[in-house]
């Protein structure tokens, strides 16, 4: 049985930072893919970034986050992190983690791809 388990969400002024854990259970550990979400009320939730759990990782961002959010995951790879830098009003959210088998580029960033999810954690950045 797969199950994750978000934390690290919390209430952050602008420019500031946060570090989202994920701790999964029942995944392979050398492929899947593990993925950020986010949602806010009354929109679709968006795919923030993933990481592949094989070899290389080859981790993919949404052109939202590039440069400020990097994705990681630990060696025994029961563990994914988001570590978010400069963060804005705009990165208000409930972030959800999400775990899949094997994806192909495109799909990696797609809701509909993940049958696995977290219950989420809440960032609130304030300006």
């Known amino acids: 049985q797969v199950q994750l388990v978000e934390s690290g969400g919390g209430s952050v002024q602008a420019g500031g930072s946060l570090r989202l854990s994920c701790a999964t259970s029942?995944?392979?550990?050398?492929?899947?893919?593990i993925a950020w979400f986010r949602q806010v009320p009354g929109k679709e939730r968006e795919g923030v970034a993933a990481i592949w759990t094989g070899p290389g990782s080859f981790p993919v961002y949404a052109d939202s986050v590039k440069g400020r959010f990097t994705i990681s995951q630990n060696d025994a790879k029961n563990m994914a992190f988001l570590q978010m830098n400069s963060l804005s009003p705009e990165d208000t959210a409930m972030y959800y983690c999400a775990a899949a088998g094997f994806l192909t580029v495109r799909r990696r960033l797609q809701r509909g791809s993940y049958p696995y999810w977290g219950q989420g954690t809440q960032v609130t950045v304030s300006s």
């Open positions: 029942g995944l392979t550990g050398n492929a899947d893919n």
